[in-house]
């Protein structure tokens, strides 16, 4: 385990009520797309079964000096932490299999020293759709998504109805808005790309706060569902620089009888 609790950083996406202005104009397909995209993300989350799924995430912090014309890296450190993640009604829970490859029982996603994140299962897309967030949404280009077609939008949302970041150590808090691009299957209105750069205040401990989501479809019970299959996450503080890497994999049905297994190359 490499981080001390003076890095620890929480992100997650609040639910707050915002006024902003109107998107810039879209052109009736466009505009189309985007409102079934955003139907469609609204009940996402119901529509998924209760599954698990292994979470990996590779986790470096690399100390740094800025020097006149370059930053001279000091330091750099890693590990891995593998979790078991069971989705369950609608909601995330996770248990913490090994770190480094040794058992780590008792330990919480919460308790983890360093950066972490969540809101990958529904919460970030719901939360950009959400009519409540008056998120402005422009078109940005079409492109290719692991062989689909794509539309990626550029979108922003107000401080009112941000994103909360919480320095753990402190328990200080802060509200920031955000923007980024989404990236939407025009026929299946799945979203295939999420990236999203938080307006962190300098006078904050952490800033340069940046996360991607990217989905795949996963098979899931002989059905295809599109869900998250990687993840990174990338913040600095005065000095250090805290890149995670995450991987969601073994993704199928979660039952009862489900139970946990410590070898990652095969989890039931």
């Known amino acids: 385990m490499i981080y001390g609790k003076t890095a620890a950083v929480l992100l997650f996406f609040a639910s707050l009520t915002a006024f902003a202005g109107p998107s810039p104009k ?62 369950v009604g609608g909601k995330e829970k996770y248990v913490v299999l090994t770190i480094d490859g040794r058992k780590a029982p008792g330990i919480t996603h919460a308790q983890l020293d ?8 529904g919460s970030l897309t719901s939360q950009i759709f959400d009519p409540a967030s008056h998120t402005v ?20 949302v107000p401080k009112e109805s941000g994103t909360t970041v919480i320095d753990q150590p402190t328990n200080r808090s802060i509200v920031v808005s955000y923007s980024g691009k989404v990236v ?64 969601f994999k073994d993704y199928h049905h979660f039952t009862s009888e489900s139970t946990i297994h410590f070898d990652s190359d095969n989890p039931k």
Request: net charge negative.
């Open 26 to 87: 879209l052109s009736a397909e466009q505009t189309s797309v985007l409102e079934d995209a955003r139907a469609y993300a609204l009940q996402y989350t119901q529509r998924l079964p209760d599954f698990i799924c292994t979470q990996t995430t590779r986790r470096e912090v690399t100390a740094h000096m800025s020097g006149s014309f370059a930053s001279v890296v000091l330091d750099s450190l890693s590990d891995i932490v593998e979790e078991q993640l069971s989705y």
């Open 114 to 121: 360093g950066a972490i994140s969540w809101g990958e299962f």
């Open 137 to 156: 949404f422009s078109w940005d280009r079409e492109e290719r998504v692991d062989g689909r077609s794509a539309w990626a939008f550029k979108y922003r």
């Open 184 to 247: 939407i299957d025009p026929e299946t209105k799945d979203v295939l790309e999420i990236s999203s750069t938080l307006d962190v205040p300098g006078t904050f401990s952490m800033h340069n706060v940046m996360r991607e989501v990217l989905y795949a479809d996963q098979d899931i019970g002989g059905r295809k569902y599109c869900l998250p299959a990687h993840s990174e996450m990338r913040m600095e503080d005065r000095g250090r620089t805290y890149d995670n890497k995450i991987d």
